[in-house]
């Protein structure tokens, strides 16, 4: 499962260390308190909560979820966060050329939803 290379980048080395080292378990709200986690529902919740969230993306641009998942899969480390944030503003500078960026503003503007015809 590539727990040894995930948890210490999630958390950090000291937790990765005992959580791997001991095998304790953990419930749900300390795996939220150390980030492996994002939210905690109850089980019959659950279906309602991950609808929500995949609504809330698919209700996002099209262009701007894939570029920001492409600079997500890069994962460029800190040494070469001068070159991430250049990439991330040439990605930015390209989509604010789009129609997306616009229809956003004018939807907040109008105060209704977005209507987005860019392709992912």
Avoid at 74 to 95: D, G, N, R, T
Avoid at 108 to 120: D, G, I, L, Y
Wanted: charged share 20%; glycine share 4%; proline share 5%.
């Amino acid at each position: 499962m590539a727990s040894t290379a995930v948890i210490p980048v999630v958390t950090n080395h000291q937790v990765a260390c005992r959580l791997l080292l001991t095998g304790d378990l953990i419930t749900a709200q300390e795996a939220q308190g150390l980030g492996l986690v994002l939210d905690v529902v109850e089980p019959d919740q659950l279906m309602a909560a991950a609808t929500d969230l995949a609504a809330r993306i698919a209700a996002a641009a099209p262009a701007a979820v894939s570029a920001t998942l492409q600079m997500l899969r890069l994962q460029m480390p800190w040494s070469q966060l001068e070159a991430a944030a250049e990439l991330e503003a040439q990605e930015q500078a390209a989509y604010f050329k789009g129609p997306d960026i616009k229809e956003g503003l004018a939807a907040v503007r109008e105060k209704r939803a977005p209507r987005f015809t860019s392709q992912a």
